[in-house]
């Protein structure tokens, strides 16, 4: 089974902290992607890398950095966690290929539940 | 248009009865139909995909896609406890990596 690890469950952190989120899948898998899920509003994608090195900005972007330096870990920075970053982070991976045909099926993480005070 | 409305419940039902989840969604180039379960303080698990207008089953799970209608449903047979979880629809609308859009989700309460 294609497994994605997220390596902190629950994190707290202060207003104006860097915040790192690290997310590794063992799979070989191309994509990887890191959205956060909030009640009411659903899961809304942050950015997303189809290869090493690429990023993709995805819905909401803003106040968030990415960093794919391998190509089975992907990570989520906080240059500056702001309350309203109090969310689940979830990571996930998937082996689709651009201008393939066939289905993009995503394999998600745990999540990561940050609350920043 | 990337739209997919899902009720968000809670739905709430007695062991033993068939569930009835649903969603629309707005972009006829919609490709490919997923259901994703969710148990609580876990991330979502595939639970069933299909590309196609029709039936799909899987146990006591059954996909159905209804195309002409923008319409997609997942039912659920002989309903469990273990069945509570939010259930959360995603449509694939081919091209790149992204193009995949998620339901809310509905939130599924089975009644022992």
């Known amino acids: 089974d294609v497994k994605v690890t997220q390596s902190s469950r629950y994190l707290v952190k202060r207003t104006g902290e860097k915040v790192f989120l690290e997310c590794v899948q063992d799979?070989?898998?191309?994509?990887m992607f890191w959205y956060r899920q909030d009640p009411g509003l659903g899961l809304r994608l942050i950015y997303f890398?189809?290869?090493?090195?690429?990023?993709e900005k995805g819905d909401i972007p803003e106040g968030y950095s990415v960093s794919r330096e391998k190509k089975e870990r992907f990570s989520l920075i906080l240059e500056s966690a702001s309350t309203n970053q109090t969310s689940m982070y979830l990571c996930?991976?998937?082996?689709?290929?651009?201008?393939?045909?066939?289905?993009?099926?995503?394999?998600f993480g745990a999540g990561s539940r940050l609350t920043v005070l | 248009q990337k739209e997919v409305e899902q009720d968000p419940g809670p739905l709430s039902v007695p062991e033993g009865a068939i569930v009835s989840l649903n969603c629309t969604y707005s972009?006829?180039?919609?490709?490919?139909f997923m259901w994703y379960r969710q148990y609580s303080r876990k991330g979502p698990e595939l639970l069933m995909y299909?590309?196609?207008?029709g039936n799909k089953e899987d146990g006591r799970f059954t996909a159905q896609v209804d195309k002409s209608s923008k319409y997609i449903s997942l039912f659920i047979r002989d309903s469990q406890p273990s069945d509570s979880a939010t259930y959360l629809c995603?449509?694939?609308?081919?091209?790149?990596?992204?193009?995949?859009?998620f339901g809310k989700g509905t939130h599924l309460i089975i009644q022992p």
């Open positions: 996930a991976s998937s082996y689709f290929r651009q201008g393939t045909s066939g289905a993009n099926v995503l394999t």
């Open positions: 799979m070989d898998h191309e994509n």
């Open positions: 890398s189809y290869d090493v090195k690429m990023k």
């Open positions: 972009n006829s180039a919609f490709q490919y």
């Open positions: 299909t590309y196609s207008s």
């Open positions: 995603a449509i694939v609308s081919g091209g790149g990596a992204d193009g995949l859009t």
